[in-house]
């Protein structure tokens, strides 16, 4: 087997109010009034035309400030070890991140945004459009996740930012 290393140039960067790691919330659903910005570069905003009509974006962004891989993490959410494949954490051999955010407005190369749970001054990979045609999946199994309960979801999830 092959390995073959992969480059990404970033398509811009994500500025936030978020600037110490364990204060962020550690998801979208729980980053209420959490806002950001998607900086563009020039050469990359011509591909923004056609966005402003989409209320969710999936933002794919580098974990720059994620430190060194481990395949077994302590999710934010229980004090169990499980594998990093079926968790969240920034800490995996490719760090790379991956949210569903809310469109506000975009102004030219800016996009503002809503519900954001990453680091200020994050690399951005990617965007993609969430649509409900295609992502949209009614019956799910979420694994160790189903025995979390709301209240505690909440409160780990928000890490005690209260805007
Ligand atoms: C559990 S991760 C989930 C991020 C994303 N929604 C995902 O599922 O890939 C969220 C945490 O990543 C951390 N984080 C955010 N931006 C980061 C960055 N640029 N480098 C390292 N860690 C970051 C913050 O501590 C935040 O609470």
């Not at 962020?24 to 591909?47: H, N, R, S």
Request: aromatic share 10%; net charge negative.
């Amino acid at each position: 087997m092959s390995k073959t290393e992969i480059f990404y140039n970033p398509i811009g960067v994500i500025h936030s109010e978020h600037i110490a790691a364990e204060k962020t919330p550690i998801q979208p659903a729980y980053a209420k009034d959490c806002k950001g910005q998607a900086e563009i570069f020039p050469e990359f905003a011509a591909g923004l035309q056609d966005l402003d009509g989409f209320s969710h974006l999936y933002l794919i962004y580098h974990f720059d400030r994620a430190g060194s891989a481990k395949l077994m993490v302590m999710p934010f959410m229980e004090n169990i070890e499980r594998g990093v494949f079926a968790t969240r954490s920034p800490r995996r051999p490719n760090a790379v991140g991956l949210s569903i955010v809310e469109l506000v407005r975009r102004e030219g190369n800016v996009l503002h945004l809503e519900r954001v749970d990453i680091l200020d001054g994050t690399p951005l990979i990617d965007i993609k459009p969430y649509t409900v045609k295609f992502d949209c999946i009614e019956k799910t199994r979420n694994g160790w996740q189903d025995n979390i309960d709301e209240q505690t979801a909440q409160r780990r999830g928000r890490r005690g930012y209260d805007g």
